[in-house]
């Protein structure tokens, strides 16, 4: 699997998500550089990952839709291309139109970084299509600009169509407003497109693919968390298309 980590001014997870596909995936992996407007025709998999991108000027992710290498981006994912945002790289693929909606302020007005639980909604992707379904797992969130929106009507249908991949709940489950750390409508943490080739979410799960990097785990874990099957799923997918190719 080849793979491309895109690096804006102001990335700062871009060294996590690198350190996953190619220290603990062994992926051959790459850094693309925002001004670049590279060809992506051999790369299976692009990851924006999260950060301030141009300090979040005027609106996170709003500058950044129009760097050069979004030029590149954009043509990949439409043509198929397995492309994951990360907090501020849900923000750019939201504000580029490759996914629905819009994410905007946290219903506190603040910036807001803690632990939270999230339910897998959706297995039916390449990046969650190992998971269990409606299990919960702890991630981190770290963000200002995370309350996803979406009109209702729209709203009812991405979710009839199964893109909505993760929402926030409680230890047990539960999806309520205390339980939704920003004000995201439907609660919803990440999602995806229509094509199900596109995904974009608000929690960091690189931050916490090792055991060792959560303040608790079960022994049941061993070495790595949960959250690491996201990134082999996208590797097994990947390897399922290229075979039926």
Request: hydrophobic share 35%.
């Amino acid at each position: 699997m080849k793979c491309g980590i895109v690096v804006f001014p102001g990335s700062n997870c871009d060294h996590d998500c690198y350190h996953i596909l190619k220290d603990v995936l062994n992926q051959e992996t790459h850094w693309l550089w925002h001004k670049a407007d590279v060809d992506l025709s051999s790369y299976d998999l692009v990851i924006l990952p999260g950060g301030f991108s141009y300090g979040d000027y005027l609106r996170a992710g709003a500058i950044s839709r129009f760097s050069p290498i979004m030029n590149s981006v954009i043509p990949f994912a439409e043509n198929g291309g397995k492309v994951l945002g990360i907090c501020n790289g849900f923000q750019i693929l939201v504000e580029s139109g490759l996914l629905p909606g819009a994410l905007i302020q946290n219903h506190t007005r603040k910036f807001i970084c803690k632990n939270v639980y999230v339910r897998i909604e959706s297995t039916d992707t390449p990046f969650t299509q190992q998971c269990s379904d409606k299990s919960i797992i702890q991630v981190p969130i770290a963000h200002h600009q995370g309350s996803y929106y979406i009109d209702p009507l729209s709203l009812n249908d991405i979710e009839k169509r199964g893109q909505v991949l993760f929402r926030y709940c409680d230890a047990k489950g539960n999806i309520s407003e205390s339980s939704n750390p920003n004000g995201s409508i439907g609660s919803v943490a990440g999602l995806c497109n229509e094509q199900k080739n596109v995904m974009g979410m608000m929690p960091h799960p690189e931050r916490v693919v090792r055991t060792t990097q959560n303040s608790w785990h079960p022994e049941v874990w061993g070495d790595d968390s949960p959250w690491i099957r996201m990134f082999r799923n996208a590797q097994i997918g990947i390897a399922s298309c290229r075979e039926r190719v």
